[in-house]
């Protein structure tokens, strides 16, 4: 016999409890980027469903009065038993069509960062299609030559840590009735053909002009080098042409993906993307792939590392309506490992200082010198010309800025800060001390 309970932790994190009365077991967590607005909520499926395979209990996320939905499936692989409850619930849901609908699609990402040990982080939106709040998206992970569900998720997207040990998952995307297969699509661990998706799910207030901007933040932990990036924004607005909305990345380059376009239409769901339609109205078409109205485009973020804070700026210029920011969310592909740690440029050997003893330090490890000893622990702050190489050049420049009239070494030189030309170069063990 099975009894569910909740409990709220701090800010987007949801804690699952699965308690069985005759024996101990361990709570599954998941924690959510972000609480899902108040047009989610509630949606609830029958007693019957939560008792056959899938547990579903609504959790409250801080500081919110609605309860939102949150549907686990059972232990993470399934047994024959297991099996035999997930058909039962898909019968519950009725046979899905046998086509997914050619209008819609799912930007469905995985990645290995930002979560606990032995978990995975998941994350997807939908794209086209039927414009509905509450998409039925089920998860599947690839266990033994087959695909099992892992769980089922209704309503925003999501960017969520599963409990898993699999290399390889799915969603299906089905509509609110969960009757209609809409997309599917399958991402690979660590694969440079799969994207990574991490959403920040607000419902936050766009202030009205005068007073300010919305400002809103993803943390990314993905240490990818981006070769390609997709923006999603879902927001709530009387009038789209009083927004402008920007987007800067962690190395500072900025996007504005919409500049005051579209008149009095209502409301923006867009995914920006070079290789989408033109920027125009309508603007509310369920997620299609539209281009950055300008200036810049999201070719601008290529080769730079998605780790860090992404921000994403909307401003109301026109006085007299006000909206909200429903959901957002970044899509990239790269396979290159990068990292914007901060450091000093020429502080070779990382003791604080730029010096004659950073020039040996250098000298010595490219020439070979007790390589074991004179390794660089931050690799750019070694690329003292900043040419995204580390040889002969680099203690020559130095010499020429610390004893002749040689140009300053790029930055950052007088205080700590990421590495403003992205390259194959890392900084992973700068000390945190040295950069206060």
């Known amino acids: 016999m099975t009894s569910l309970a909740r409990e709220s932790l701090g800010q987007g994190e949801w804690k699952v409890r699965r308690f069985h009365f005759h024996q101990q077991t361990e709570p599954r967590i998941l924690r959510l980027s972000g609480s899902p607005p108040a047009e989610f909520a509630p949606v609830r499926l029958s007693r019957t469903l939560a008792q056959k395979g899938m547990e579903m209990i609504n959790s409250t996320a801080t500081g919110q ?92 997207p999501m960017d969520v840590c599963y409990p898993s040990m699999a290399q390889k998952f799915k969603v299906d995307v089905y509509d609110s009735s969960g009757t209609n297969l809409l997309a599917s699509d399958v991402c690979i661990l660590n694969s440079t053909l799969s994207s990574v998706v991490e959403c920040n799910v607000s419902g936050a207030p766009i202030p009205d002009s005068g007073s300010g901007s919305l ?45 005051n376009n579209g008149g009095s239409s209502s409301n923006i769901h867009v995914t920006y993307d070079d290789s989408g339609i033109a920027n125009a109205s309508p603007y509310s078409a369920s997620g299609n792939a539209m281009k950055p109205s300008g200036p810049g485009n999201m070719a601008d973020f290529i080769g730079e590392c998605r780790l860090g804070a992404w921000t994403l700026e909307i401003t109301d210029t026109v006085a007299g309506n006000t909206g909200s920011l429903v959901n957002w969310c970044l899509s990239s592909t790269g396979g290159t490992t990068c990292t914007n740690a901060d450091f000093v440029r020429s502080d070779s050997n990382v003791d604080g200082q730029i010096d004659a003893a950073d020039v040996i330090f250098t000298l010595y490890y490219v020439m070979g010198i007790s390589p074991s000893f004179y390794l660089p622990q931050c690799e750019d702050a070694a690329d003292i010309n900043d040419d995204g190489l580390l040889d002969i050049a680099d ?17 950052p030189t007088i205080s700590c800060g990421p590495d403003p030309t992205p390259d194959g170069l890392g900084c992973a063990n700068y000390p945190p001390n040295l950069c206060p």
Not at 113 to 129: A, H, I, T
Request: charged share 10%.
């Open 65 to 156: 009065k609605a309860e939102y939905p949150l549907i686990i499936a059972g232990p993470p692989r399934f047994g024959p038993a297991g099996l035999f409850l997930m058909l039962l619930i898909f019968s519950m849901l009725s046979v899905p069509s046998s086509s997914v609908d050619a209008q819609t699609t799912v930007a469905f990402g995985c990645h290995d960062s930002g979560c606990n040990p032995g978990e995975v982080r998941l994350g997807w939106f939908v794209d086209g299609g039927p414009l509905t709040s509450s998409h039925v998206v089920v998860i599947f992970e690839w266990v033994n030559g087959s695909f099992l569900a892992l769980g089922t998720q209704i309503g925003a």
């Open 215 to 259: 400002s809103q933040t993803i943390n990314s932990t993905v240490t990818q080098q981006i070769s390609d990036l997709d923006m999603m924004v879902r927001l709530a607005h009387p009038a789209v042409g009083d927004l402008r909305v920007t987007v800067t990345s962690p190395m500072g380059t900025t996007v504005t993906t919409h500049q």
């Open 395 to 411: 203690p020559i420049f130095t010499i020429h800025y610390l004893f002749g009239a040689g140009q300053p070494p790029q930055g």
